[in-house]
């Protein structure tokens, strides 16, 4: 191989100093929030303790985090499912073109771009006028499909783009049906990629914030409860919330990455018969 | 042959169907909705039904209407330009300077995690780098570059764009990665073979051929930033505003015909910049 160029070690550190920039706020908090008792919001470190994280489990301290933390959840878990139906659903759809694709391929399009205040506005003025209440997870939950629905979309188009038509025809050939085909041969061979829809769904709804603040109701999510921190609260207890938070997200993105990892190896071992003749 | 030709359709809308009523029911109707009550009138406490131009002759009468939306379009340029400057080093170094593929999705891997954390939190984890006796500032004390704090490193423009920057670069490293990884290499080394240097390489052949993923990530970080309020208002401390500020104050303020004359504006603007941008790019062959 050949040797590397200096340009490479310049690139190099560039890369590093890049990776420093997107993580050490968030190292810098996680390290504050082990601030002892009488610290504050930033350096130096007055004693090392775990008060702030004790203080998270105090309802009176922190208001209703634990419920906001539910509600997320559950709201995550509904939208992440809704998206996989939907985006396969959808990318199905445009694997063939119909009347009227293109419009909706650009509605998709402009839920993508739109402003994220406008979905809160529209959706919470319909409610308002139409005489509704709005709730986490009604009006809430379809705010946020417009945001994790072109994602799951986005990524279902280029997987169908390199979608082997070859393995269906076979299906077809050897006698299945259309739904046959999809359930045994094209939705096994999309799986992994479901499971990066499905982690778009679920982090994009957890973090959400401008799509449901005027959306969610009297029952705030997490990231509400967490900016209406940011107004009141001025000791690390903030810190130690976000730490945590931070901490759930990256547990959440280990388990569909080794997921997916899972699945490339199993189908790397088992996936094909490939000269093992026909015995 | 006429029966499966009208199937095609069929089908394709009745597998699209749930898309369709999503996007209805919370994308189109909405913006019907803002559309209408941009032309009702409001009290101090309520809204009514009318047909009048008020709120737009109100808006359009305002400087501070000008000069919001000029500072809308200045957080866009200047977050646009950092962005591109330094997602493209870093798609660079990951396509064309690290070796092996795992290494590659490895380190893509490092930087698209954080798109999948709270924005929120990123914004808040600025403060101890920035505040007044925070990081940034003790450490140049001690270096001696200043003798006080820097009062301008939060709640300024400054610490508006930084957190831009943080929160979006990555919208700019992923298609242009994405781009750059299906550049075929005989390119480059038929330009290395004509005696093109790294530098001739890089912006005759890579630049050129990065083109669509550049225009997605401008599409992404510019649409962005011109519809955010919240990095804004948290960011410059209430002191700057850009048109989502407008838009959200007035909502606190239950002035919704007003807020939604500003919102249908907005999106006009986002819509046409949008539209411009995607002259220069076919989004469904890139993907």
């Not at chain 1, 979309?153 to 006698?175: C, P």
Request: proline content about 4%; glycine content about 8%.
């Amino acid at each position: 191989m050949e040797p590397r160029p200096r340009s490479f070690y310049i690139l190099a550190a560039f890369f590093a100093l890049f990776l420093l920039f997107l993580y050490g706020p968030t190292l810098t908090i996680a390290v504050l929030s082990f601030q002892g008792p009488e610290g504050g919001l930033t350096f130096p470190m007055r004693g090392v303790s775990l008060h702030w994280f004790r203080d998270l489990f105090q309802e009176q301290a922190v208001g209703d985090i634990w419920g906001a933390f539910r509600r997320s959840l559950v709201l995550g878990l509904m939208v992440m499912v809704t998206t996989v139906v939907v985006s396969v659903l959808g990318g199905l759809a445009f694997r063939k073109r119909f009347q009227g694709s293109a419009i909706l391929f650009y509605l998709i399009i402009t839920a993508l771009v739109i402003p994220s205040i406008l979905v809160s506005l529209g959706v919470g003025l319909i409610f308002s006028q139409g005489g509704l209440k709005v709730h986490w997870a009604t009006s809430g939950f379809g705010s946020q499909l417009t945001w994790t629905l072109p994602f799951g979309l986005l990524i279902m188009f280029a997987v169908f783009n390199r979608f082997d038509r070859s393995y269906e025809e076979a299906a077809r050939d050897l006698g299945a049906s259309p739904w046959q085909t999809i359930r045994h041969v094209v939705l096994p061979i999309i799986a992994p990629s479901l499971i990066g829809v499905a982690l778009f769904g679920f982090t994009l709804s957890y973090d959400e914030f401008a799509r449901t603040l005027l959306t969610a109701g009297s029952y705030n999510t997490l990231p509400l409860e967490i900016f209406g921190m940011t107004t009141n609260v001025t000791t690390p207890v903030i810190f130690a919330l976000g730490t945590l938070t931070t901490l759930f997200s990256f547990a959440i993105i280990g388990v569909f990455l080794v997921m997916a990892w899972i699945i490339g190896r199993r189908r790397k071992r088992a996936g094909s018969d490939a000269g093992k003749g026909m015995i | 042959m006429s029966e499966l030709f009208k199937n095609r359709h069929v089908t394709g809308w009745l597998m699209a169907s749930p898309l369709v009523l999503v996007l209805s029911v919370f994308l189109v109707m909405p913006i019907i909705m803002i559309a209408i009550v941009s032309f009702w009138g409001a009290t101090e406490w309520s809204i009514y039904p009318a047909f009048q131009f008020d709120n737009y002759a109100f808006l359009f009468g305002s400087d501070v209407t000008y000069r919001v939306f000029f500072n809308t379009f200045k957080y866009a340029f200047i977050t646009w330009v950092f962005c591109l400057g330094i997602g493209f080093t870093a798609a660079y170094f990951l396509a064309f300077h690290v070796r092996s593929l795992t290494w590659q999705v490895a380190l893509f891997l490092l930087c698209t995690i954080p798109f999948w954390t709270s924005n929120i939190i990123r914004m808040i984890s600025w403060i101890p780098f920035l505040g007044r006796n925070g990081l940034a500032n003790s450490t140049l004390m001690s270096w001696g570059v200043i003798d006080e704090p820097l009062e301008w490193l939060l709640f300024s423009d400054f610490s508006v764009i930084l957190a831009f920057v943080h929160l979006y670069t990555l919208f700019m490293v992923v298609p242009i990665f994405n781009t750059m990884m299906r550049i075929d290499r005989s390119l480059i080394e038929a330009a290395a073979d004509n005696g093109a240097s790294g530098w001739q390489t890089l912006w005759h052949v890579i630049v050129p051929l990065t083109k669509p993923g550049i225009m997605i990530g401008t599409i992404f970080v510019v649409t962005l930033v011109m519809g955010d309020f919240i990095t804004v208002r948290f960011m410059s401390g209430s002191q700057s505003a850009n048109v989502g500020r407008l838009i959200s104050n007035d909502i606190s303020l239950l002035q919704y015909p007003s807020a939604s004359a500003t919102a249908v504006v907005l999106l006009v603007t986002v819509l046409l910049v949008i539209g411009i941008l995607l002259r220069f790019v076919d989004i469904r062959k890139e993907l």
